[in-house]
């Protein structure tokens, strides 16, 4: 069993942390990592304490994000809210949770926003043994990270450029084969992913293994020769808010709903309703200011940047 290790470098930077987080703020996620060792419930550390170990750089971080397995997650919150006196929620059913106290908060993951990144028992089994906070835990395997941050491709948020930084750290030790079936059928994203290494690093291009690019190469021309004629928009797989569109308009099925994918209708509901309309700006909605070029005066012309 193959495993990702931490640069040499890659301690933790105190400093960092504390000019990331105030010190309560700290003790709080102390108190969290504790508790759930102590009680036994499996979690991993994942987010940007994961990301700066594996890159082996300090970076601000102001959050701790949990993952856990699904059936463990009630049980984490109801622990937590009993013995820190912590308020709790399932903020979304399919995929987050938080637990709350004195204006702080740690997110408990459980699947990624579109469904497709469950958190199984391979995400422990391939886990990195490190220290945060002085607390000794197991961090997301770096697979896991670049597979539930390529599909990060909303408009007020893109996590690309740290699947770049993660296979510019890790590529030699990455288990490719492992990485390739965590995608599946979804190949092209990593591939997108890959493709685009080598446009940001072109002196690093054989980092990536020339048999994974070529594996992808055929599964693209295989596909060029057979394309469904299924209406199927997987946009919805990278963004929440920029394919409503597609859905609501333009007849295509939502890949994120079954048969295709393991949301439910009422999971999708609620995600899609706390979309942040200012910050994603959904195609399709008009903005409230505007006005329709039909309704100018004769002559005149709305303008606006690309």
């Known amino acids: ?12 930077r105190p400093r960092r942390e504390i000019a990331a987080a105030s010190p309560r703020t700290l003790r709080f996620y102390r108190r969290v990592l504790r508790e759930l060792t102590e009680a036994g419930i499996d979690f991993l550390v994942g987010g940007g304490y994961a990301f700066e170990r594996y890159l082996g750089i300090g970076r601000l971080v102001k959050d701790l994000d949990l993952f856990l397995r699904a059936d463990d997650v009630q049980k984490a919150l109801e622990h937590l809210r009993q013995h820190l006196g912590c308020d709790t929620e399932l903020t979304f059913p ?33 886990a990195v043994p490190s220290r945060v906070l002085d607390v000794p835990v197991l961090l997301c395997p770096v697979e ?16 690309g450029a740290d699947v770049a930084h993660l296979l510019h750290a890790c590529a030699g030790s990455l288990d490719w ?8 059928k979804h190949w092209r994203i990593l591939f997108a992913h890959l493709t685009l290494f080598g446009f940001i690093y072109p002196s690093e291009r054989r980092r990536i293994p020339e048999a994974v690019m070529r594996e992808c190469m055929r599964l693209l021309e295989h596909e060029m020769r057979h394309a ?15 394919y409503l569109v597609d859905l609501e308009l333009w007849g295509y099925e939502d890949a994120r709903l079954a048969p295709h994918g393991s949301m439910t209708e009422e999971d999708a509901s609620i995600w899609t309703a706390a979309i942040d309309a200012e910050a994603s700006r959904p195609l399709g909605e008009r ?8 309704d100018l005066p004769i002559g ?5 940047s690309m």
């Open 144 to 159: 896991e990270m670049i597979w539930s941050k390529a599909f990060v491709m909303e408009r007020e948020r893109y996590d």
């Open 300 to 304: 005149e012309t709305t303008h606006g």
């Open 94 to 126: 399919h995929w987050l949770g938080k637990v709350r106290k004195r204006g702080n908060h740690v997110d408990f993951i459980f699947n990624a926003g579109n469904g497709v990144c469950s958190v199984d028992d391979d995400w422990f089994n391939y």
């Open 287 to 294: 903005p409230r200011e505007a006005v329709a070029p039909n």
């Open 1 to 12: 069993m193959s495993q990702t290790t931490l640069p040499e470098n890659g301690a933790p």
């Open 228 to 242: 469904t004629s299924r209406k199927i928009c997987r946009g919805t797989l990278t963004s929440r808010a920029q």
């Open 177 to 184: 084969d492992r990485l390739r079936q965590r995608f599946g």
